[in-house]
């Protein structure tokens, strides 16, 4: 175990120092001088050298690399050329927000997504299981943002049921944990459960057909125990492997948040790189992809480690 | 037709392929090395068929993988001929002119998206003969391994059966007019009544084509129906070497003596009284010391941990008899070697 | 050396009934899928309105009217209604399935010529290369698709270029790794070990014998792409970095359309009603060309 442990973590290291490296060239493949998104449109030629050198761009390529990277290791990942404001502060802050309405979504679609995956794959044929089967199609074909513009439509100007964005009465700063501010958080978190929920279906229904076609189903009719027996049995051996498509539909969500989240004006990371982008606040935007995507990298990892001590199978790969 | 033939350089009665301590080690991770060919010495005289046998994991596979030059021996050298292969005078691209394999897997061995005759004319091609001439030659050549142009041609892998499928692969590595074949395994896959149809094929081309084959099986029967001689292997290394019958009725390494002894015979009085094999199986990545056997055998003495036996001429008048066995050794030091007097 | 006597007159080589081949059946299979059929249809159909626009259209896709913004679906001359500048919505969704067509298609078409090369040379020379290359692109699956997107179209800014450079850099590194899975396999087999005994040099055998059996599974991985390829492509555009106005596409109409929701909700859910169908109809496009061509996984 500890040689696997040992193994998943070696091979993660080149992968998150690539993906530093990509958010480091990320301000560079932009157009023009990257000094030109962190100057004022009127700035003086002194002014610019000056600039250049604090930042660090009269150096070359390799040694900003090395120098931006240290400081992202320790937490500094710059200041929003908007705001003033340090990238790092902005981007937890965000990560807490997306983190929330991510999470409920995992839970809703993860719920969903096995209900529907465990009759289809129990009822294989039936109309039950062309209907699951359906849903998971149309969940990876569905846009999401227009899917959470239907949903504003519908329950917010249609029945008036929920509001249609934002974050509560006082913002995400001052949230409460009350049916006014969770309120906020049905209608994207509904959403976006639509894309986890047919992947974990699917998922879902593959693995209860392939158990039940396993030898030691009818072992366990045979042995006289009843539908439950089997179902329990079934929930046993099909759970290690939802639970971690589970875990990486939530790192895809973190990513995948950012346009339902311009649909309902969520302050998360998604809200955060939508006005990144709108303003050209090229270290914002780095620092967000870069939290992001090591977010990502660490929760596979998390995944994989956990998997290998549920299923000792898993260990060997 | 339209690759000429290649002129017999040493005459007959010269071996057309000699290796010389081919060795191929596979590194595994953490240190550990897979010895899957160590050291290998034989020669395939022209014309014959020389019969490999062993349990899996012998190196028998590899050893053909070698000699094909599928996967480059570690040390070691072949000559084909007199020629090295893949010197100057013999390129690797015109020795697998003149040397073809054919596989286990009839069914892996074609290309699923090719035709018959588009999969016996591609290696032709390669060499230089024109499209149609190739088809042409793989038509004539389905017809030699007894399968109809007309109906097989144009067919696709799948719809053929194993039988027909390795007839095919037959004619497929007689495409490039080569001197030897590999056949490893050739003929395992198939039904017992199929095996039966495609081995007097094969005894029928090499006759017609003037063929010489390395016939590799686990199966000791067939090996002795279609091999002049056999050389038998253990853990990748070669324990016995001989005339096949002089072999069958007279092994002299005791692996041989086993494996002989588990083949089932149909005449009881033709049985082997040696012990079955026991211990532990084979392993190719920790061989075992000195004699590779010894962990097995019935007669392993002291010596036999020590010192590994050289690959020595024994019991036959014309030489050709070879086993590696202290208990064939003069003065090897195991009890049941013979005297040095004798020997001299 | 290799001698060769070619006979110099021409060789007539008697055509022989060939067996019906694996397209044959693939075809076979495909027809008798309805879903398929039917998805098949639906994505001809589209295809054909974008080609046709000019003809099909009722009316002027950019031609403005201040005094009919925002009609509701069923105004007489304006079939589905108008949009917020009084444009004709049914002309505009005709003429934007051109651009969200294109979105779709040509990234991933151009992702699957460069992945295929890559992942195909990756797969078949195998060693540091492979090494190198495959973990290259772990980096990039580090990074979910949208993110990796939006990142790349945020840095290089707005303009259908760009997203068009964005999205195929998304899709390069996943086809690549399909290309790579399925060659490493086809390069055990017997056939691909049996044709290097030939002599033959690794272009040639990677043109005989690995493409046909490797282009088919990765292009219908790639065809699965479409779908994904039109949503990030629309939505790209939703948040204003794809195309500009007035341009219809139909990811930026829906961008436009938004603040129309409390007017005329469902004449600004058209676009991304548009989008869905067309992604659909790929999708289970894709789904029935993966069975008919039996490609697992």
């Known amino acids: 175990m500890l040689s696997y442990l040992a193994k998943r973590i070696l091979y993660v290291l080149p992968v998150a120092f690539g993906v530093s490296l990509f958010c480091f060239l990320l301000v560079h493949i932009a157009p023009g001088d990257p000094l030109t998104s962190v100057l004022p449109p009127d700035a003086s030629q002194a002014m610019q050298d000056e600039l250049r050198k604090i930042y660090g761009f009269d150096r070359p390529l390799p040694v900003q690399f090395g120098l931006w990277l240290m400081k992202a290791l320790q937490g500094d990942l710059g200041t929003s050329i908007a705001t003033g404001r340090p990238v790092a502060a902005e981007v937890w802050r965000a990560v807490g927000n997306t983190l929330l309405i991510a999470g409920l979504a995992t839970v809703i679609g993860f719920l969903f997504g096995c209900f529907f995956g465990f009759v289809a794959g129990y009822f294989r044929g039936s109309y039950l299981d062309k209907f699951a089967s359906m849903l998971a199609v149309l969940g990876v074909s569905v846009p999401h943002y227009w899917l959470g513009m239907v949903m504003v439509i519908v329950f917010s100007v249609q029945l008036g049921w929920l509001p249609p964005g934002g974050a509560g009465p006082g913002g995400s700063a001052a949230w409460i944990w009350n049916w006014e501010h969770v309120s906020y958080m049905i209608l994207p978190a509904i959403t976006m459960s639509v894309i986890p929920m047919g992947i974990i279906a699917r998922t879902v229904r593959a693995l209860v057909a392939d158990i039940l076609n396993q030898e030691f189903v009818p072992a366990l009719r045979a042995k006289g125990l009843m539908d439950f027996g089997v179902f329990r049995h079934v929930v046993k051996n099909a759970a290690p492997t939802a639970l971690a498509v589970m875990g990486l539909q939530l790192g895809y969500l973190l990513g995948g948040s950012i346009l339902i989240e311009t649909v309902f004006s969520w302050p998360g990371t998604g809200f955060l790189l939508g006005n990144a982008i709108f303003q050209r606040d090229l270290p914002l935007l780095q620092g967000t992809i870069l939290v992001l995507a090591m977010f990502f990298v660490g929760l596979n990892v998390l995944v994989d480690i956990l998997q290998g001590l549920l299923d000792p199978r898993v260990r060997r790969r | ?344 | 050396m290799t001698a060769i006597t070619e006979s110099a007159p021409a060789i007539v080589v008697p055509p022989l009934a060939k067996s019906p081949g694996y397209w044959a059946g693939v075809f076979r299979r495909f027809k008798k899928d309805k879903v398929a059929v039917g998805a098949g249809l639906v994505v001809l159909a589209i295809i054909l309105m974008a080609i046709f626009a000019d003809y099909i259209a009722p009316a002027d896709p950019t031609r403005s009217s201040m005094l009919r913004r925002l009609r509701p679906i069923g105004t007489p001359g304006y079939p589905l209604g108008a949009d917020e500048l009084g444009r004709d919505m049914l002309s505009r969704l005709i003429h934007g399935a051109r651009l969200s067509l294109f979105m779709g298609v040509v990234p991933v078409f151009i992702a699957f010529v460069f992945g295929s090369v890559i992942g195909v040379a990756a797969g078949f020379f195998g060693g540091k290369f492979n090494t190198i290359t495959m973990r290259t692109v772990d980096v990039f699956y580090a990074f979910p698709s949208v993110l990796l997107a939006i990142a790349l179209s945020g840095a290089l800014g707005a303009g259908i270029t760009n997203s068009l450079l964005s999205l195929t850099i998304v899709f390069i590194p996943p086809i690549a790794r399909i290309a790579e899975s399925v060659t490493t396999q086809v390069r055990g087999m017997d056939y691909v070990e049996a044709a290097r005994a030939s002599g033959a040099n690794a272009l040639t055998i990677i043109r005989v014998h690995v493409l046909g059996n490797v282009l088919g599974p990765i292009f219908v991985y790639a065809t699965s792409l479409i779908s994904v390829s039109m949503i990030l492509a629309s939505g790209l555009s939703f948040l204003g970095l794809g195309t500009k106005p007035p341009t219809p596409e139909w990811g930026l109409m829906l961008n436009t359309l938004r603040t129309a929701i409390y007017v005329q909700p469902w004449v600004a859910a058209l676009p991304g009603a548009a989008i869905f169908i067309t992604s659909i109809s790929f999708n289970l496009l894709s789904d029935g060309l993966r069975s008919a061509m039996d490609v697992k996984g």
Do not use: W
Request: hydrophobic share 40%; aromatic share 4%; proline share 8%.
């Open chain 2, 1 to 344: 037709m339209a690759l000429e033939p290649h002129p017999d350089r040493g005459g007959p009665g010269t071996p057309l392929l000699q290796a010389k301590t081919l060795t191929k080690h596979f590194p595994l991770g953490g240190g550990a090395v897979v010895r899957a060919v160590d050291g290998v010495d034989f020669a395939v005289m022209k014309g014959e068929t020389l019969g490999v046998v062993g349990e899996s994991g012998c190196g028998k596979s590899t050893t053909a993988r070698v000699v094909m030059q599928l996967i480059p021996q570690d040390k070691g050298e072949m000559l084909f001929d007199g020629e090295i292969v893949g010197g100057k005078d013999l390129t690797l691209k015109e020795y697998r002119r003149q040397a073809q394999m054919v596989f286990q897997d009839s069914y892996a061995s074609l290309n699923p998206r090719l035709t018959i005759e588009d999969s016996i004319a591609f290696g032709p091609t390669v060499h230089g003969v024109s499209k149609a001439n190739a088809i042409l030659k793989a038509r004539d050549l389905l017809q030699r391994v007894g399968l109809d142009p007309a109906r097989f041609a144009a067919r696709y892998p799948h719809e053929l059966s194993g039988g027909q499928r390795q007839r095919v692969n037959i004619a497929r590595a007689l495409a490039l007019g080569p001197r030897l074949v590999i056949l490893d395994e050739a003929v395992s896959a198939l039904d017992k009544s199929v095996e039966a149809q495609v081995l007097n094929l094969l005894a029928d081309l090499r006759e017609e084509f003037g063929l010489t084959y390395i016939f590799i099986s686990h199966d000791l029967n067939v090996v002795r129906f279609i091999s002049d001689r056999v050389m038998v292997m253990y853990l990748g290394e070669v324990v016995e070497i001989g005339a096949v019958e002089e072999l069958y009725n007279d092994p002299r390494h005791p692996y041989t003596k086993a494996l002989l002894s588990a083949m089932p015979s149909m005449d009881p009085d033709n049985r082997t009284m040696e012990a079955p094999l026991t211990g532990d199986p084979p392993n190719p990545i920790n061989p075992p010391e000195g004699c590779r056997f010894h962990p097995r055998c019935p007669h392993a003495q002291t010596i036999c941990s020590k010192a590994k036996p050289a690959l020595v001429v024994t019991a036959s008048e014309d030489g050709t008899r070879r086993a590696a066995c202290h208990m064939e050794i003069p003065g090897s030091g195991h009890s049941r070697a013979p005297s040095l007097e004798v020997a001299a």
